[in-house]
């Protein structure tokens, strides 16, 4: 065993896996699925597609997409019993992403499968479940907070149109379909992303599907993650009611409270502008300007010119990144703020999973190390004496 004493802080830039998942030139602002550029799949595929591109390594043909798409509507009823313990996570106000986390670990309970998680099959099988059950699941959970009754999901409709079905209880106009589907295409897959490894560093001991989707729903949460999409129309909104101008809003933020990071802004890899945010940006230019409401989205457009053109953080390689538009989208199609960043995770479990298969192919148990600065030689004393 090869052991170095140099500290890789937060693992910057180490490689520590090999995937053929996705890959991302930070440099320039590219993305790729599986060697397809994400433009091109986000103005040609559907989710179920890149589901499929993920999974089984390949764009599905006109049968395997039918295969494909009937066994994901085939598991996408959410059991009374997840539905009853959601609903009382609703009644004590707990967020959308934190009953989803608790949600999908509940969704284990009504997998009858008790096969090893050894075995692909089985943890394939698990992963088509979840995710086939989580646009169930997160729309149930919006109407039950809501007072309202869940509904089932419609066996003719795509997962995108389904979940915006369920959430609102009418079925989407092809413009909203195609809004919601290009966000999940988007988000799918990030490379080694921190929910990502979360959700490996959990399957490497062979844990279950549950436990790794479950582990990476909460290493989405955090506002230095997928939470930031959250927090950037948080941001709009108080600008909208404070009457602010955006920029002398965020200007005096950055004055007042030392260390602030404006959200959906800067990124671990990308030193340009994330390819998602231009096509989140551009979708959320059309549904704004359709809707005669522009205003969040010309917001976004003012710091964006501001950060770029007076401060400089372009040069310094910080710039919008996936979460600083999806909101806008978002808002559009009706969705409540604190759904943006289980959406998210909606999308991002097909990733997570198709990152677990994959490192489960070759595993390795992942366990790095850390380097012990605490004292030596304590001298123990007895309770009583201490
Ligand atoms: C889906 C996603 O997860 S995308 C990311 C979502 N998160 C956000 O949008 C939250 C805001 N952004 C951030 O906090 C960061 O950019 C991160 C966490 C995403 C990436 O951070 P890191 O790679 O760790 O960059 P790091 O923290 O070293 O920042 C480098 C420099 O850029 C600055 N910087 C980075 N992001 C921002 C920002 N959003 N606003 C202002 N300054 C920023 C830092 O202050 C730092 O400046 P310094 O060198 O003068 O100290
Ligand atoms: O790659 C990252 O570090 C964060 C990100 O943009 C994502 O997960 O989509």
Same mark, same amino acid.
Do not use: C, M
């Given at each position: 065993m090869s052991e170095s004493e140099e500290l890789h802080k937060g693992l910057e830039g180490m490689l =520590?896996?090999?995937?053929?998942?996705?890959?991302?030139? $930070?440099? =320039? $602002?590219?993305? =790729?699925? &599986? $060697?397809?550029?994400?433009?091109?799949?986000? &103005?040609?595929?559907?989710?179920?597609?890149?589901?499929?591109?993920?999974?089984?390594?390949?764009?599905?043909?006109?049968?395997?997409?039918?295969?494909? @798409?009937?066994?994901? @509507?085939?598991?996408q009823s959410v059991d009374d019993t997840v539905l009853e313990a959601l609903a009382g996570l609703a009644a004590a106000d707990e967020s959308p992403m934190a009953a989803l986390r608790s949600g999908v670990s509940m969704l284990s309970a009504s997998d009858s499968d008790d096969a090893d998680p050894r075995d692909p099959e089985a943890a394939l099988a698990k992963g088509r479940r979840i995710t086939a059950k989580l646009p169930t699941l997160l729309a149930a959970y919006d109407r039950l907070r809501r007072g309202e009754d869940t509904i089932e999901p419609h066996a003719d409709l795509s997962l995108a149109a389904n979940f915006l079905y369920m959430l609102t209880g009418e079925e989407p106009d092809d413009a909203a379909t195609e809004a919601m589907d290009q966000a999940l295409v988007l988000h799918a897959d990030h490379g080694l992303n921190a929910s990502t490894f979360t959700a490996m560093v959990v399957a490497s001991t062979f844990a279950d599907m549950y436990s790794a989707v479950t582990a990476g729903v909460g290493a989405l949460s955090g506002p230095l993650h997928g939470g930031a999409n959250q927090d950037v129309m948080e941001l709009f909104f108080e600008?909208?009611?404070? $009457?602010?101008?955006? =920029?002398?809003?965020v200007t005096t933020k950055q004055g007042d409270e030392d260390g602030w990071r404006v959200p959906g802004y800067g990124h671990r890899v990308y030193e340009v502008k994330d390819p998602r945010a231009r096509i989140l940006e551009q979708r959320g230019k059309e549904l704004t300007a359709a809707s005669g409401d522009t205003s969040y989205y010309d917001y976004a457009k003012a710091i964006e010119?501001?950060?770029t053109e007076e401060k400089g953080l372009a040069e310094r390689g910080i710039a919008p990144n996936v979460d600083f538009f999806s909101g806008t989208v978002y808002h559009q199609l009706g969705i409540p703020v604190d759904m943006? @960043?289980?959406i998210f995770a909606m999308s991002r479990a097909g990733g997570w999973i198709g990152h677990v298969l994959e490192y489960q192919e070759d595993n390795r148990l992942i366990r790095p190390r850390g380097r012990y600065v605490g004292p030596e030689d304590s001298e123990f004393v007895p309770l009583d004496e201490r």
């Open positions: =520590v896996a090999e995937s053929a998942l996705s890959y991302i030139d $930070g440099s =320039v $602002g590219k993305l =790729v699925y &599986r $060697g397809y550029d994400i433009e091109e799949l986000a &103005r040609n595929a559907s989710y179920e597609e890149v589901l499929h591109l993920l999974w089984h390594g390949h764009l599905p043909d006109a049968g395997e997409f039918d295969a494909f @798409t009937g066994a994901i @509507t085939e598991e600008i909208e009611a404070q $009457g602010a101008d955006p =920029v002398e809003y010119r501001f950060f943006y @960043t289980p």
